[in-house]
Nanobody, 122 residues
Framework: QVQLVESGGGLVQAGGSLRLSCAAS????????MGWFRQAPGKERELVAA????????YYIDSVKGRFTISKDNAKNSVYLQMNSLKPEDTAVYYC???????????????WGQGTQVTVSS
């Protein structure tokens, strides 16, 4: 079992930046690939970015490529999402989750956190 706690969300103007953090406890963090999901009101939850257990391999959806950067610090049992050039359409609740399968296979993720709200004003 892994417990995840997200933080770092907030209200920011378009073009601004935020850094989300996800702290993990429980089973060995380093064995998991990690992902960040988001869910906007009235929309399905989508996988935004993912990083391999080693931190060397990453995955991003097209709409955030070049703007978001995911990273993993196994020594701190944490994963981060640096979000730059934010747009109003990035507004959502952001969640971190773990997977032992492929980075880009959303159904493989589990052990969700409670989420952190990101709101981007125009």
């Amino acid at each position: 079992q892994v417990q995840l706690v997200e933080s770092g969300g907030g209200l920011v103007q378009a073009g601004g930046s935020l850094r989300l953090s996800c702290a993990a406890s429980g089973r060995t963090f380093s064995v998991y690939n990690m992902g960040w999901f988001r869910q906007a009101p009235g929309k399905e939850r989508e996988l935004v970015a993912a990083v391999s257990r080693s931190g060397f391999n990453t995955y991003y959806i097209d709409s955030v490529k070049g703007r978001f950067t995911i990273s993993k610090d196994n020594a701190k049992n944490s994963v981060y999402l640096q979000m730059n050039s934010l747009k109003p359409e990035d507004t959502a609740v952001y969640y971190c989750a773990t997977t032992s399968t492929s980075l880009d296979w959303a159904p493989g993720y589990s052990f969700w956190g409670q989420g952190t709200q990101v709101t981007v004003s125009s």
